[in-house]
Antibody, heavy 121, light 109 residues
Framework: QVQLVESGGGVVQPGGSLRLSCGAS????????MHWVRQAPGKGLEWVGV????????YHADSVKGRFTISRDNSKSTLFLQVNSLRPEDTAVYYC??????????????WGKGTTVTVSS | EIVLTQSPATLSLSPGERATLSCRAS??????LAWYQHKPGQAPRLLIY???NRATGIPARFSGSGSGTDFTLIISSLEAEDFAVYYC???????????FGPGTKVDIK
């Protein structure tokens, strides 16, 4: 079945870096744009960024611009989120989510269960 | 940037009752609005897209309506598995960016 599984979260000090991964299965990964969304403890959902199916277009929320980068390996059906210069306010569960098509549409139709990033000294 | 507000923040209802959730946008989003259900420790689940279209596998008790700035999600008869947080979401046109409402928690009365 269609599935997204995130990994790579952990505890990191302020200013540190992590690389999150999202493995996809059950669909043709290379034909879908992909998103990252996060949820801080006790807060709602916050969109982080999106990458088009061929990695030619990448867009981010202002809160992470210049610090977070999205990439993908279509040969391995895997999405990545490189998070640098981490701040305590980046502490959250990070979800990957599928866009309904190759371009950037208006919603996300499949989600993973998330991986937790904690930024703390 | 378009801001979404949701009301009420919390809705306390009993199984079998009807739930009516509201989402308001600070400016028109046409019908480009989606609804999601989220339970603790689980993946968020797309319920409704383009304001009124049920996503694949979503039961008929979930329905969405609205256009422009005012949207409604109705759960016609609550079942035990429906107690969760519900978010609305829209996309700003250019550059593409996405915003979620603050959520409505539907809990058991």
């Amino acid at each position: 079945q269609v599935q997204l599984v995130e990994s790579g979260g952990g505890v990191v000090q302020p200013g540190g870096s992590l690389r999150l991964s999202c493995g996809a299965s059950g669909f043709t990964f290379r034909t879908y744009a992909m998103h990252w969304v996060r949820q801080a403890p006790g807060k709602g959902l916050e969109w982080v960024g999106v990458l088009s199916y061929d990695a030619s277009h990448e867009y981010h929320a202002d809160s992470v611009k210049g610090r977070f980068t999205i990439s993908r390996d279509n040969s391995k059906s895997t999405l990545f989120l490189q998070v640098n210069s981490l701040r305590p306010e980046d502490t959250a569960v990070y979800y990957c989510a599928r866009d309904p098509g190759p371009g950037i549409h208006y919603n996300m139709d499949v989600w993973g269960k998330g991986t937790t990033v904690t930024v703390s000294s | 940037e378009i801001v979404l507000t949701q009301s009420p923040a919390t809705l306390s209802l009993s199984p079998g009752e009807r739930a009516t959730l509201s989402c308001r946008a600070s400016q028109s989003v046409s019908t480009h609005l989606a609804w999601y259900q989220h339970k603790p420790g689980q993946a968020p689940r797309l319920l409704i897209y383009e304001a009124s279209n049920r996503a694949t596998g979503i039961p008929a008790r979930f329905s969405g309506s609205g256009s422009g700035t005012d949207f409604t999600l109705i759960i016609s008869s609550l079942e035990a598995e429906d107690f969760a947080v519900y978010y609305c979401q829209q996309r700003n046109n250019w550059p593409p960016s996405f915003t979620f409402g603050p959520g409505t928690k539907v809990d058991i009365k």
